[in-house]
C-alpha cells in the first residue's frame, strides 16, 4: 500500500483513485464484513434487541463513505457531511459493541469485541482527518 522509509518517518501512499483507494473505506468494510460474520450469529442466539441497528449501521458505513468520496469532487459540503454521518456511525458502532460485550460476557469473545472497538475507534480518527484534508482542500481551491 505504501513505502516506509525509517530514516524521514515519511510514508508515500498509493494515489487515491476512487473510494475503493481510501484506507477509512477499506477498515469499514473489514468492520462490516467482521460483525456480519462473527457477531451476527451470537446476536441471534441471545437475542439483541439492537441487532438490526447494530449491522445496518455496520453495513452502511462502507456505502457513506463511497458516496462522500463522490460527493466531494461534485459538492465538497455534503462530502464532509456524509463523513461526519460515518463518524456518528462508527461512534454507534462503539457503543452496540461495548454494550454487547457488557450485557452477553458469557456468550461474547471479549478480546474480539475489544479489537473491533479499536478498529472503530482509529477509522473515526481516520476520517475525522480526511474531513480536515478535504476542508483544506476546500479552503485552497476557492482561491
Not at 460474520?37 to 452502511?60: A, C, G, H, N, W
Request: hydrophobic share 40%; aromatic share 10%.
Amino acid at each position: 500500500m505504501y513505502k516506509y522509509n525509517p530514516r524521514t518517518r515519511f510514508r508515500v501512499r498509493k494515489p487515491v483513485r476512487s473510494f475503493r483507494d481510501l484506507e477509512v473505506y477499506q477498515k469499514a468494510l473489514e468492520g462490516a464484513v467482521m460483525v456480519t460474520k462473527t457477531f451476527l450469529p451470537i446476536l441471534e442466539k441471545v437475542q439483541y434487541p439492537l441487532r438490526d441497528e447494530m449491522i445496518k449501521t455496520s453495513l452502511e458505513m462502507p456505502r457513506i463513505l463511497a458516496e462522500a468520496h463522490s460527493r466531494r469532487f461534485d459538492s465538497n459540503i455534503e462530502g464532509i457531511a456524509l463523513l461526519e454521518e460515518a463518524m456518528t456511525d462508527c461512534n454507534k458502532m462503539i457503543v452496540y459493541l461495548e454494550q454487547v460485550r457488557d450485557i452477553y460476557p458469557d456468550d461474547i469473545e471479549r478480546i474480539l469485541c475489544e479489537e473491533l472497538i479499536k478498529k472503530y475507534m482509529y477509522n473515526r480518527v481516520k476520517i475525522l482527518n480526511l474531513s480536515k484534508a478535504w476542508k483544506k482542500w476546500l479552503a485552497e481551491d476557492k482561491k
